[in-house]
């Protein structure tokens, strides 16, 4: 990392410490040349798969773009967003792998919004999982009160 101010590439660390829960990691560096400071910071990248190939880091603000969309005129406040993003990020990571296929990152907004509103739920699965009858519907409500009975009974 070359210093800002004269482009030296040499520098020390004189401090470091972790911001969001150890996700990141801020270092303030001292140019070796100039002695002036700065900081740089270090951030492990979960990266998602888009369908064309292309990459881009895991955003959990995309997160809850995508479901406030399909939460529109549902009873669901922004903190229940935020909670959705953080369990979909939090699953993600427990994966284990550092590159994640885009339908995966779905595929795990599906659970904890079924839990937060059924008709979101639904919204979000139809435009994800692209439905394209009333058929796709009736099934996918099936299974929602299937799993509604199992949660119940249990
Ligand atoms: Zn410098």
Do not use: W
Not at 35 to 47: C, D, I, K, S
Not at 89 to 94: A, H, N
Not at 101 to 129: C, K, N, Q, T, W
Request: proline share 3%; with cysteine.
């Amino acid at each position: 990392m070359r210093c800002p101010f004269c482009r030296h590439s040499d520098s020390r660390v004189v401090d470091s410490r972790e911001v969001d829960e150890g996700q990141v990691i801020r270092r303030r560096r001292s140019c070796s040349n100039c002695g002036r400071r700065f900081t740089t910071v270090e951030e492990a990248v979960l990266a998602v798969v888009k369908r064309s190939g292309v990459t881009e880091p895991f955003s959990r603000d995309k997160v809850v773009r995508g479901v406030a969309r399909a939460c529109q005129g549902r009873p669901v406040d922004e903190d229940a967003l935020q909670q959705l993003a953080h369990r979909v990020e939090e699953s993600i990571r427990s994966t284990g792998c550092a590159e994640i296929p885009s339908h995966e990152v779905g595929l795990a907004i599906l659970g904890p919004l079924r839990e937060l509103d059924e008709v979101a739920y639904l919204r979000f699965a139809s435009v994800y999982r692209s439905f394209t009858s009333v058929e796709d519907f009736e099934k996918e409500i099936a299974d929602l009160r299937a799993a509604i009975r199992d949660k119940e009974s249990s």
